[in-house]
């Protein structure tokens, strides 16, 4: 194991990330924590603490209180949309100029990945920070919902349809588009990240692992061990925003010298 410390990626590794022409990387939880969004699971604060998550993103939920649902997401987009992206974020938008391809596929709903500037992002569950109506499951655009006094906003589609959040909650499909994608570049990728993910979730917990069967090297960015770790071809226990911006450091090195 690589120790908080080093953070660095060994010289076998780096070779191969520098010769990469597509390369993948998974984000989870750990990643927007760093910004200071809460784990969906610690995300229960003042009124809500009597509340279970599961009790609020369910579509029976909504359906029972669509009002207590709607406010409860507000309060987390409001903290989404106060936080900005962390130097890790930053890095991996430098990494995916200094690469062939990088596709992020990301399990977080609060659009960081492309607020720094990532091109390639596919979200697997969804974003906080979009609506759709809850019966037709169209967008629906920022400006309708601002401007209706209604908790939550009608839906402009359908008379008996409300907006919510369009992100994926328990017991529904996640998006069809993007899991395609997110297992197509895994599929073929010639590099792996898994950055402050559990590795429990699935299909997201099988990624790295199609990566691993196409003969990616795989590299985990975790503070902690995870069922991925002992898979992994180099574990580097430290925080993203730390172990990403020496990473990326190292590779524009390693360019720099076999210019």
């Given amino acids: 194991m690589t120790e908080a410390r080093e953070f660095r990626l060994s010289d076998a590794l780096l070779d ?20 200071g969004i809460p784990t969906f699971r610690d995300a229960q604060t003042g009124i809500w603490s009597k509340f279970r998550p599961e009790e609020l993103a369910t579509p029976e939920a909504f359906a029972a209180d669509p009002d207590r649902v709607w406010r409860w997401y507000e309060a987390r987009r409001k903290t989404v949309r106060e ?6 974020y930053l890095a991996l938008v430098e990494l995916e100029a200094l690469v062939g391809e990088l596709n992020v596929v990301t399990q977080n709903v609060d659009g960081l990945h ?12 969804g974003n906080i920070l979009r609506s759709k109506c809850h019966l037709s499951l169209r967008p629906i655009g920022r ?3 601002e401007e209706s006094p209604q908790t939550p906003p ?8 409300l907006a919510r959040p369009d992100v994926v909650w328990f017991g529904e499909a996640l998006p069809t588009a993007a899991v395609e994608a997110a297992v197509e570049a895994a599929s073929r990728c ?13 299909p997201a917990a099988s990624l790295p692992l199609y990566a691993l069967e196409r003969g990616a090297p795989l590299v985990e960015i975790n503070p902690e061990h995870t069922p991925l770790s002992a898979q992994a071809d180099q574990c580097i226990r430290g ?10 450091s190292q590779l524009q090195a390693a360019k720099r010298e076999n210019r």
């Fill in 143 to 145: 400006e309708w919902i």
């Fill in 83 to 88: 936080a900005q992206p962390h130097a890790g």
């Fill in 190 to 202: 010639d590099f792996c990240f898994s950055i402050g993910t559990s590795s429990l979730v699935q």
């Fill in 154 to 161: 009608p839906s402009p589609y359908v008379p008996e349809g």
């Fill in 239 to 248: 925080m993203a925003s730390e172990v990403l911006v020496t990473v990326v």
């Fill in 114 to 125: 492309q607020r720094a500037g990532s091109h390639r992002v596919w979200e697997l569950h």
């Fill in 16 to 35: 191969r990330l520098a010769r990469a022409r597509s390369v993948l990387v998974l984000t989870g939880a750990g990643m927007s924590a760093e910004s």
